[in-house]
């Protein structure tokens, strides 16, 4: 089993700054993509920034030059580094895992040849005065 373990929102002052990891427990072999994306209230869930197991990252134009995301590939962790928030930067953040493999095991030795899409339960983000 694959759980997506999500941590780092709160409240925070506009131009302040917060960080966001995530990592993805159980036997994880490999993905193709971590990412983060936010639902703001009554708005459909949106991608922020996404960075691929070879490291290519790309972001939403509403945040480029603010947030930056990074990620351990041994560990299986992305962090967000959120910089300058603004309140518009409000929104629940999910993160999501695509195209993960899973090591194979004695009982399931054919477990890396699926992959599957995974989310985490989501993490409030509040930037407010």
């Known amino acids: 089993q694959v759980q997506l373990v999500e941590s780092g929102g709160g409240l925070v002052q506009p131009g302040g700054s917060l960080r966001l990891s995530c990592t993805a427990s159980g036997n994880v072999l490999r993905y193709d993509r971590m990412a983060w994306y936010r639902q703001a209230p009554g708005e459909q869930r949106d991608l922020v920034a996404s960075?691929?197991?070879?490291?290519?990252?790309h972001y939403a134009d509403s945040v480029k030059d603010r947030f930056s995301i990074s990620g351990d590939n041994a560990k299986h962790t992305i962090d967000l580094e959120m910089n300058s928030l603004k309140p518009e930067d409000t929104a629940v953040y999910y993160c999501?895992?695509?195209?993960?493999?899973?090591?194979?095991?004695?009982?399931?030795?054919?477990?890396?040849?699926?992959?599957?899409?995974?989310w985490g339960q989501g993490t409030q983000v509040t930037v407010s005065s």
């Open positions: 960075i691929t197991w070879d490291g290519f990252d």
């Open positions: 999501k895992a695509e195209g993960l493999r899973m090591r194979p095991t004695d009982s399931d030795p054919a477990a890396a040849l699926y992959d599957y899409d995974y």
